[in-house]
């Protein structure tokens, strides 16, 4: 799919962007210093990266296209350990100076790190969507679960997107991808995204691949009945709107790019 245009995010253009909503929202100043940081530490550890290319047979995909089926499993994503332990500690430098929330649990866990007493495998435990490890290891470093999560998988986000930029290369892109989950990993959007050219693509929760999708649909009950189909926006800022579906209840955020010299998603 737009693969190749999607993935043109050069550290210039992530500044750039910040830089263009630091000026329309100062509040937001002192979180999105840390998420330019981040991503530029993510962007930046892309190039650390070493992982081996997850090979699907030919067999397994026919079937996988047939049934419409993600082509992985959460827990079979490929992670570089290495790069994703120098990445959270590189996360935690930049946390110690946001907050003091952010602050204290990089703290403890910058500590934990150079005690060894950080499981390196919880990076790949958290694949799975069994907390169990991920609970017992925050008890342990004394981190608010949610916390840890977040550092946690921003360390090893790199290799997940990697991977599904490599994984998409088995996708067949013969119009919109017709599920609600994400085609590489099975997992629900995060977002979704209306360009100019009235095309529409959602992007996954997890492995961040964008796939083009139906416009009027709901990607969490596929429910394609424009009538139950709603979306709201606030005055002030009419290309960011929440589309909500009335059969399932549930909503999705959409940045509507039209016209926007910097979208932000
Ligand atoms: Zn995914
Ligand atoms: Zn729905």
Known sequence: METEEKDIVTVDEIREAVAAIKAERPAYTELLDFFEKLFLAQEGAKGRVQLEPI??????????????????????????????????????????????????????????LDRGMLEVALFSKILSEDETDLEKAAQELKIDKKILAFFVY??????????????????????????????ICGSPPALS???????????????????????????????????????????????????????????LKTVDTTGMKHPIY
């Open 55 to 112: 090979q699907i047979s030919e067999e397994l995909l026919l079937i996988k296209r047939k049934e419409s089926l993600p082509l992985i499993n959460r827990g079979d994503f490929a992670i570089d350990i290495k790069a994703s332990e120098t990445l959270i500690r590189e996360i935690c430098r930049l946390a110690m100076v946001t907050n003091e929330l952010l602050a204290e649990a990089s703290n403890k866990l910058a500590e934990a």
């Open 154 to 183: 921003s360390s090893i986000r790199p290799s997940l997107c990697l991977c599904a930029e490599q994984l998409a290369t088995y996708l067949d892109n013969d119009g919109p991808w017709k599920r609600g989950y994400c085609p």
């Open 193 to 251: 995204i209306l360009r100019d050219d009235g095309e529409r693509s959602l992007v996954c929760s997890f492995c961040g691949h964008e796939w083009h999708a139906q416009r009027i649909f709901c990607p969490f009950c596929e429910n394609k009945d424009y009538k139950t189909l709603h979306y709201f926006f606030s005055e002030e800022e009419k290309g960011y709107r929440v589309d909500v579906c009335d059969a399932c209840k549930k909503y």
